[in-house]
C-alpha cells in the first residue's frame, strides 16, 4: 500500500485482523473503511500538509531496494556504470559512488555498499529538503511557548520508546512544533536517564533565576516532565514495546516509575518546594490514539485512570466545535472522580487540564490522518524503519517508522538501545541479505569556542566503540556507519564527518 495516500483514493482497504483472528472495529469510528468519519476539531490543511510530507520524505527511502533490483539484474553490461547511475539519478534523485560502480566487474555489484549509502544520501537529502520547514515550526513553537507559560509550565521535557513507529510522536501524534520550552528524547521502553533529566532541570531553573526566562524564579511555573510508552490494540502481545516483550502493562508501570524517580530525586535534593509536575501518555501504534493519565491534585497518576483518545472521538463525532471541545474538558474532569484503583486526590491544577485538552484535540486530528491515508489503522503495524539513528537525532525527520533511534552520549551507556535496535534490523534487513545503515549524529554550540571540534572526537569515538561492540556484523559487512554534526541552531546545514 502506497505510503500516505488519500483514503480516498484508495481502491481498496483490507480491514486488519485482531490478534484472535477476528476484523479489526476500529475503536474511534466503527464506519471504517467502508465510509470516513469526519470531525468538527480536525485541522484538514495540517493533515495535507502533513501527507505531503510524510510521502516526499519516505519515498525517497521506499525506491531504493526496487532500484538496486534494476541495477544487479544490469550483469556486467559494457556501460554498466552509466546505466546504473542513470536509474539511481532518474529514481533516487543523487548518482551511485562511482568506485563501488566501477569494481562490480571482478565481485559483482556491491549492494549492500550501494544500499548503505542510498540510504545516508537520502537522509542528507531528507534533511537538507525539510530544514526551511523548521524555521516556520519554530515561528509557531513561540505560540506553544506562549500556551506553555499560561498553562504554567516554564519548560517540558518528553521522552518516548525509541521505537521508530513514535518517531512521528511531536509533529504528527501531538501536533507539537519546534519549541525554545520543549526537549524530545527517545530510549529503548521509555526507560529515559533520570539523572540526566534532573540536569536538564537544573539547568532550567538556574536560567529562570539568572535570566527570568520564561518566567522568573518566583512566578510559580512548573518543569514538566513527560513519559509516552506504546501498545498495539490489533495485536498486543506481539507488536508492542520490543524492550518490554510486548507486555503494555510492564510498559506502563516502567514509564511510571521513572517519572516517580525523576520527582522524587528533585525534591529529595532540593525540598518540597521544588515544583515538578508529572505526565503518562500511552500511545496505540495501530492508529496512534493516545491515552493521558490524569493527575490528581497532588500530582501523582495512576495506571487505572486515564482519559481515552479514541473514546472521545468517538464520542464527540458529529458535535460542533464548541461542543466537543466542552465534552473533552469535560472527560477531563469526569476522569478524577473515579474510584477504586484508579482513584486520586482531587483535580489537577487549571493549567495542566488545559495542557492535557489542547494535547487530546491535536491528536483527533491524527487519528483522522491514519484513517484519512490508511483507511484507519497503518499497514506496517510492526517494525519497519529504514536505518539506525544515533545520537541527538534528525529535528528535520521526524516520520513514523523512519528510524529507531538511539540517544547516547556513550556506547556503553546506550547499550542496551543500542541492542534492541540491532535486534530489530537483523530480522529487517540482515536477514533479507541487507546491511545495518547506521547515522551517528550530534550537534554543537556554536557560541561555545571548540565545541565543533569536541563533538567530532565524540562522534568518531562512538563510531569505534560501535565497531567494536558489533564486530560480526562488520566484519560480514552488514554494518555501516555515516557521520554528521549540525549546529544546534535549529535549520543549520549537516556537516558529514569522516569516520576512519
Known amino acids: 500500500m502506497p505510503m500516505a495516500r488519500q483514503f480516498s483514493q484508495a481502491e481498496h482497504v483490507q480491514v486488519p485482523q485482531q490478534a484472535d483472528g477476528k476484523p479489526a472495529v476500529h475503536p474511534a469510528c466503527a464506519s471504517l473503511p467502508a465510509r470516513q468519519c469526519h470531525h468538527a476539531l480536525v485541522n484538514k490543511a495540517e493533515n495535507d500538509r502533513l501527507a505531503r510530507c510524510e510521502a516526499s520524505i519516505k519515498r525517497r527511502f521506499d525506491e531504493i531496494v526496487p532500484v538496486l533490483k534494476e541495477v544487479a539484474a544490469l550483469g556486467a553490461s559494457r556501460d554498466f556504470t552509466e546505466q546504473a547511475n542513470r536509474l539511481a539519478e532518474q529514481h533516487l534523485g543523487h548518482p551511485f559512488p562511482e568506485a563501488v560502480l566501477e569494481r562490480s566487474w571482478i565481485h559483482g555489484v556491491d549492494v549492500p555498499t550501494l544500499y548503505s549509502s542510498s540510504v545516508f544520501s537520502a537522509l542528507t537529502a531528507g534533511v537538507e529538503q525539510f530544514s526551511q520547514r523548521i524555521h516556520q515550526e519554530l515561528a509557531d513553537g513561540q505560540s506553544l511557548d506562549a500556551l506553555l507559560v499560561d498553562c504554567g509550565f516554564h519548560a517540558v521535557n518528553v521522552s518516548a520508546c525509541a521505537d521508530g513507529r513514535l518517531k512521528g510522536l511531536f509533529p504528527y501524534i501531538l501536533r507539537l512544533p519546534a519549541s525554545d520550552l520543549l526537549r524530545r528524547s527517545a530510549f529503548a521502553g521509555t ?65 511510571l516509575e521513572r517519572l516517580q524517580q525523576f520527582r522524587q530525586g528533585i525534591e529529595n535534593a532540593f525540598c518540597c518546594g521544588a515544583s515538578t ?37 468517538k464520542k464527540t463525532l458529529g458535535m460542533n466545535a464548541d461542543q466537543a471541545r466542552l465534552t473533552i474538558y469535560e472527560a477531563i474532569e469526569n476522569v478524577s472522580d473515579v474510584g477504586g484503583w484508579g482513584q486520586g486526590v482531587g483535580k489537577p491544577h487549571d493549567g495542566m487540564r488545559r495542557l492535557m485538552a489542547n494535547l487530546l484535540i491535536n491528536n483527533l486530528s491524527q487519528i483522522e490522518y491514519v484513517a484519512e491515508n490508511y483507511g484507519g489503522w497503518y499497514p506496517d503495524k510492526g517494525h519497519g524503519e529504514r536505518f539506525i539513528s544515533i545520537g541527538d537525532g534528525f529535528q528535520e525527520l521526524q516520520v513514523r517508522n523512519l528510524a529507531y533511534f538511539a540517544r547516547l552520549d556513550t556506547v556503553e551507556e546506550g547499550a542496551a538501545d543500542l541492542d534492541v535496535g540491532v535486534k530489530i534490523f537483523r530480522h529487517l534487513n540482515v536477514e533479507q541479505g541487507l546491511p545495518i545503515p547506521m547515522a551517528i549524529h550530534y550537534s554543537y554550540d556554536a557560541n561555545v569556542p571548540g565545541h565543533r571540534e569536541r563533538i567530532i572526537i ?18 560480514a559487512g552488514m554494518l555501516y556507519l555515516h557521520g554528521s554534526i549540525q549546529n544546534q541552531k535549529l535549520g543549520s546545514p549537516l556537516e558529514e564527518v569522516p569516520l576512519p
Open 458 to 475: 565524540k562522534l568518531q569515538r562512538v563510531a569505534a566503540a560501535i565497531r567494536a561492540r558489533y564486530s560480526d556484523l562488520l566484519s
Open 277 to 313: 509536575d508529572i505526565l503518562l501518555i500511552g500511545l496505540d501504534t495501530d492508529t496512534d490514539a493516545i491515552r493521558i493519565h490524569v493527575p490528581d491534585s497532588r500530582g501523582d497518576l495512576s495506571l487505572f485512570r486515564f482519559v481515552d483518545n479514541a473514546e472521545l472521538y
Open 191 to 255: 526507560l529515559f536517564d533520570v539523572e540526566d533529566d534532573i540536569l536538564d532541570w537544573q539547568a532550567a531553573e538556574l536560567r529562570r533565576f539568572r535570566e527570568g526566562y520564561p518566567s522568573t524564579s518566583d512566578s510559580g511555573t512548573r518543569y514538566l516532565k513527560v513519559a509516552v510508552y506504546h501498545g498495539s490494540s490489533l495485536d498486543p502481545t506481539h507488536q508492542g514495546c520490543a524492550a518490554h516483550q510486548s507486555n503494555e502493562k510492564v510498559a506502563m508501570e516502567a514509564a
